[in-house]
């Protein structure tokens, strides 16, 4: 339950960041972006910034509740002191647990779902033998929205050259497979050819398997063993999360420019904003998009698609 967020309401929502910035910032880590968000981290956790017309939004993040409360405190005694022309209210929630957040709200979900290119038969049959055979590990496959998303950003990249680590019943790799330009091909990379078998039914079907190359090994083996040149397109990433930087990594350095490379998962159910999950791959995700975000190599943006989704640019 580390997650904590106000709106306080105020016509100077830009002038109180700038100066709880600057006045925390020779005892504490903080940042002012251009866009006028702040972020301020204390010992205890951090607190975000960001002003909108009409009101400050505050959220506060912690590793236990006790220290939650220690950051709500700081920053409700320090935004009062601020506001002398004007009696500011900061009421927080009730603590939330990063990994009962829900990024997509039911209603906009439902809404997002209708207005989308709709997936074809051969996709349907494939989400349904998917649900069939994976009963609950069906949530592994990307939704019909994620998989447009995926022919889209394929066909305008003009990719001839694409990478998926990460194939599941390859819902994904159809999708992907279908953007490609002519004659192109898709290394496809998973290490289980049973869940795999699933979908190449349906690759036949659609039309697409000559453009897919399988291969049922530990994917950064198959990295490692690519042409060291930018030679790649388009690459979408999802799978084990763990090994998620060394996957960008070997990615990257072989994206052409103006390649993309998509990340899956980058929220991991809420986790990644919840300093409370401490276990490997949330380590590893909060590690990873950081450094994406820092990385002069490209120019990125975090999409809230689903369950998070990170598209970088190579430059």
């Known amino acids: 339950m580390p997650l904590a967020m106000a709106r306080v309401a105020t016509d100077r929502p830009a002038r109180y960041i700038k100066q709880l910035v600057s006045h925390m910032g020779h005892k504490a880590t903080t940042a002012l972006a251009p866009d006028g968000r702040g972020t301020i981290t204390v010992t205890a956790g951090t607190c975000s910034l960001a002003p909108t017309p009409d009101q400050l939004e505050l959220t506060a993040t912690a590793a236990d509740a006790e220290s939650l409360s220690h950051v709500q405190d700081v920053i409700t005694r320090h935004l009062e002191r601020f506001a002398t022309e004007e009696r500011?209210?900061?009421?927080?929630?009730?603590?939330?647990?990063?990994?009962?957040?829900?990024?997509?709200?039911?209603?906009?979900?439902?809404?997002?779902?209708?207005?989308?290119?709709?997936?074809?038969?051969?996709?349907?049959?494939?989400?349904?033998?998917?649900?069939?055979?994976?009963?609950?590990?069906?949530?592994?496959?990307?939704?019909?929205?994620?998989?447009?998303?995926?022919?889209?950003?394929?066909?305008?990249?003009?990719?001839?050259?694409?990478?998926?680590?990460?194939?599941?019943?390859?819902?994904?790799?159809?999708?992907?497979?279908?953007?490609?330009?002519?004659?192109?091909?898709?290394?496809?990379?998973?290490?289980?050819?049973?869940?795999?078998?699933?979908?190449?039914?349906?690759?036949?079907?659609?039309?697409?398997?000559?453009?897919?190359?399988?291969?049922?090994?530990?994917?950064?083996?198959?990295?490692?063993?690519?042409?060291?040149?930018?030679?790649?397109?388009?690459?979408?990433?999802?799978?084990?999360?763990?090994?998620?930087?060394?996957?960008?990594?070997?990615?990257?350095?072989?994206?052409?420019p103006g390649g993309l490379v998509v990340l899956d998962n980058v929220f991991l159910g809420g986790r990644v904003f919840d300093p409370a999950y401490q276990e490997e791959h949330h380590l590893a995700m909060r590690r990873l998009n950081d450094l994406i975000t820092a990385d002069e190599r490209v120019d990125c943006v975090m999409l809230p698609v689903r369950d998070g989704v990170t598209v970088a640019r190579r430059r």
């Open 88 to 256: 500011l209210t900061v009421e927080w929630t009730a603590p939330i647990d990063g990994g009962e957040l829900d990024p997509t709200h039911p209603c906009v979900d439902a809404y997002l779902l209708g207005h989308h290119t709709p997936a074809d038969d051969v996709l349907a049959d494939l989400a349904l033998a998917t649900r069939e055979a994976a009963a609950g590990a069906a949530h592994m496959q990307v939704s019909p929205d994620e998989g447009t998303l995926l022919t889209l950003l394929t066909r305008l990249t003009g990719a001839r050259f694409a990478v998926e680590v990460g194939v599941f019943t390859g819902y994904s790799t159809l999708c992907i497979a279908r953007g490609l330009a002519d004659g192109g091909r898709l290394l496809a990379c998973d290490v289980s050819e049973e869940w795999a078998a699933v979908g190449r039914p349906h690759w036949e079907r659609a039309g697409v398997a000559d453009r897919i190359d399988l291969r049922i090994a530990p994917a950064l083996e198959t990295l490692r063993a690519l042409d060291a040149e930018p030679v790649i397109d388009i690459a979408f990433i999802d799978a084990d999360k763990g090994n998620y930087p060394l996957y960008y990594e070997e990615i990257v350095r072989r994206l052409r």
